[in-house]
Nanobody, 124 residues
C-alpha cells in the first residue's frame, strides 16, 4: 500500500514564501513522475509543476519564475518552493506520483497516487 503525505501549507502574506513537501511510503519499486496540483474554491484541479524520473520539469504558466519543484529520490520526497506568492495562489495543493509497487502475491502494478492535500492561503 502506498501513501503520499503533504506538509508545509499555511497562511502567508502576499509576496511571501512557503515550501511544500510530500513523502511517499509503502512497498515502492520505482517512482516515475512526481508533481503538484492545486484546486481553488470552485475550480478544477490543475497542474502546478511536475518532474519526471530524469528530473525534467514542467510548470504551469501562472507559476513560472516563482515556484520551483525538486525531488530527493533516495528519500522519496518531492518539494515545491513557492516564492512571491499571490492571493490567486490560494488553493489546496495536492501531491501526485506515478509509482510502481510490488504485489503481495508477486508481480507489480503501476498507478497514480494522490495525497490528501495541504491548504495554502495567501492573504494580508
Amino acid at each position: 500500500q502506498v501513501q503520499l503525505v503533504e506538509s508545509g501549507g499555511g497562511l502567508v502574506q502576499p509576496g511571501g514564501s512557503l515550501r511544500l513537501s510530500c513523502v511517499a511510503s509503502g512497498t515502492i519499486l520505482s517512482i516515475y513522475d512526481m508533481g503538484w496540483y492545486r484546486q481553488g474554491p470552485g475550480n478544477q484541479r490543475d497542474l502546478v509543476a511536475d518532474m519526471n524520473s530524469g528530473h525534467s520539469t514542467n510548470y504551469s504558466n501562472s507559476v513560472k519564475g516563482r515556484f520551483t519543484i525538486s525531488r530527493d529520490d533516495a528519500k522519496k520526497l518531492v518539494y515545491l518552493q513557492m516564492n512571491s506568492l499571490k492571493p490567486e495562489d490560494t488553493a489546496v495543493y495536492y501531491c501526485r506520483a506515478d509509482i510502481k509497487t510490488s504485489l503481495s502475491k508477486g508481480g507489480w502494478i503501476r498507478n497514480d497516487y494522490w495525497g490528501r492535500g495541504t491548504q495554502v492561503t495567501v492573504s494580508s
